[in-house]
């Protein structure tokens, strides 16, 4: 047999082609990343186990140099390196903050800084990070209200509710903004309008760390725990990885420490939280595929929907959920209907009869035959509603990327959410089937 040709050969090749495919591409040699390095160097930072890279999936992100073994410090990044409000206060913005009244929130210090900072260009002494920073971001609150519409309920809800937010927290700091005006040549309003304090607001909600709270007199009791960490916000969220992140008081170092092993050339993750996607998007601006903590939520008005309308008794079931907290988090996930929704579900399908059994159904007790029954009845009405409803939005944004050719990333994102909901829905419907098998 020719050498190469055999079978040992081929699995290395498949395996070799799987791993190139993985493998990212590496981007140190990218002007912005030289110049990033070389700041870095100055506050005493030289990272020798990662490299900046752009991944397949993933996109840019660090990709590992070495082996990393569990336990191992992956990243340990100077307080020098950090963006913090004493940051701020020590900068030219220092004086302007301690006089003003009341005092400004933490986070309304560390968007004007940016903001100021992203505006003077070459003479800022942070422009090698404001370089990698995004130009842009897909929070839900930079998404397009037509775009936001297609939204599952639950996160639509909570993106007009941030959008409000932010748009109430500009209204409110423009005149501390006014007030900086002697700082500058330009006009106030064509450096701190609402697009740039939309960028500074996303760029410290996705990529700010989390530092233990400090106390500046100058400014409000807000808690001050936000602090932007340049290099190591380039590493992306994985639901399936762990680390040990934390600021360490006796180094003076952000830390994060593997707490499993890495392959030399592996793309390094760290884990924001167990979020399910629909947080993930509100929150970060991103969708993570099979994400096992991904769920859909069922709101209120699709709990009600497929049960009986003369039931007398409803007002004071629901009542009754509120009061316990079973109106909320109700959510089909990988593994089927949630204890939540299917007790939920139990209590709101109480005979009569047995209405005053509905302490035992909060406590996961079967109460009878029928009640069992008719709860995965009503689950699976529920699951298969929003599986149509689900395909329908898809058609929807189908059609909408070949008509609104703008909005096709956003729209791809909307997709993205609603086709791994979607395989949710799809799996507890398997689930649910096989649950009624039982009582047929």
């Known amino acids: 047999m020719r050498k190469g040709k055999g079978r040992t050969s ?26 990033l390095k070389k700041w870095l160097k100055a506050r005493k930072f030289e990272d020798v186990n990662l490299v900046p890279a752009h991944f397949p999936g993933t996109g840019r992100g660090l990709m590992s140099k070495i082996s990393l073994q569990k336990g191992q410090m992956i990243i340990s990044l100077p307080e020098s390196c950090l963006l913090t409000t004493d940051t701020v206060i020590q900068s030219y913005l220092g004086p302007y903050i301690t006089k003003w009244k009341p005092p ?13 900072e992203k505006h003077a260009g070459d003479r800022s002494l942070w422009k090698p990070y404001l370089e990698i920073l995004p130009k842009s971001y897909t929070c839900p609150v930079c998404l397009e209200p037509e775009v936001v519409h297609l939204l599952p309920q639950p996160l639509k809800d909570k993106a007009i509710a941030q959008r409000a937010h932010v748009q109430t927290f500009f209204a409110s700091s ?11 040549v330009e006009s106030i309003d064509s450096i701190f309008s609402y697009s740039a304090f939309l960028w500074a607001w996303c760029t410290i909600n996705t990529r700010a760390v989390y530092l233990r709270p400090r106390l500046q007199k100058c400014l409000s009791a807000e808690p001050d725990t936000c602090a932007l960490a340049p290099y190591l916000d380039l590493l992306n969220h994985s639901p399936h990885v762990q680390v040990k992140a934390a600021f360490n008081e006796e180094t003076g170092s952000y830390e994060i420490r593997a707490a499993s092993r890495y392959q030399k050339h592996e793309e390094v993750f760290i884990c924001y939280g167990p979020h399910d996607n629909q947080r993930l998007l509100l929150e970060y601006g991103f969708v993570s595929l099979h994400n096992p903590h991904a769920c859909v939520y069922v709101s209120r008005e699709i709990l009600v929907k497929y049960l009986p309308q003369i039931d007398k008794q409803m007002h004071k079931k629901i009542s009754i959920l509120e009061d316990h907290g079973f109106i909320e988090n109700l959510t089909f996930g990988w593994d089927g209907p949630s204890w939540r929704l299917l007790t939920a579900l139990k209590l709101l399908c109480l005979e009569a009869e047995k209405f005053m059994c509905w302490k035992q159904v909060l406590l996961g007790e079967k109460i009878s035959y029928m009640n069992e029954k008719k ?13 149509e409803e689900t395909n329908a939005i898809l058609l929807k944004v189908s059609h909408l990327k070949t008509e609104k050719l703008p909005l096709v990333s956003q729209l791809t994102l909307v997709e993205t959410l609603r086709m791994e909901e979607l395989k949710i829905l799809q799996v507890s419907a398997e689930i649910l089937n096989r649950l009624q098998s039982t009582f047929s």
């Open 104 to 116: 400004p929130s933490p986070l309304l210090a560390l968007c004007t800084f940016l903001v100021s």
């Open 10 to 35: 081929r699995i290395r090749r498949r395996k070799h082609s799987k791993t190139s495919e993985m493998r990212g591409v590496n981007e140190s040699y990218k002007s912005e990343f030289i110049e």
């Open 174 to 184: 423009r005149d501390f903004f006014c007030s900086l005006q002697p700082l500058f």
């Open 375 to 387: 709860s995965l009845e009503v689950a699976q009405k529920i699951c298969c509603y929003s599986i």
